[in-house]
Nanobody, 129 residues
Framework: QLQLVESGGGAVQPGGSLRLSCAAS????????IGWFRQAPGKEREGVSC????????NYADSVKGRFTISRDNAKNTVYLQMNSLKPEDTAVYYC??????????????????????WGQGTQVTVSS
């Protein structure tokens, strides 16, 4: 079974930083597109970022562009989301997810949630004073 496990969430003050990790088990991460999503109470799930399987292509939601950075360390089978300049509106449960697009996924990714096949359990991020 393919599994993704998120970690690194917690509570932070506005302007602070967190780094989330997404560790893969049961498959080789470098063959998959990875995305980060978030969902706050009463809101729709939002695609935050994604990274192509080779890591050269990334995509970000306008709400986080310039503050968040997605990266991957295939030797550790892990994808990261570095979150800087955090705001209260970033408070949400954050999920990582994966999908396979074969050759296309090496060079491109999409943040459309319906494309993703495997999901982690989520990690809570809370930004408050």
């Amino acid at each position: 079974q393919l599994q993704l496990v998120e970690s690194g969430g917690g509570a932070v003050q506005p302007g602070g930083s967190l780094r989330l990790s997404c560790a893969a088990s049961g498959f080789t991460l470098n063959n998959y597109v990875i995305g980060w999503f978030r969902q706050a109470p009463g809101k729709e799930r939002e695609g935050v970022s994604c990274i192509s399987s080779l890591g050269a292509f990334t995509n970000y939601a306008d709400s986080v562009k310039g503050r968040f950075t997605i990266s991957r360390d295939n030797a550790k089978n892990t994808v990261y989301l570095q979150m800087n300049s955090l705001k209260p509106e970033d408070t949400a449960v954050y999920y990582c997810a994966s999908y396979s697009k074969g050759l296309t996924g090496r060079y491109y990714c999409s943040r459309e949630s319906q494309n993703f096949e495997s999901w982690g359990q989520g990690t809570q991020v809370t930004v408050s004073s």
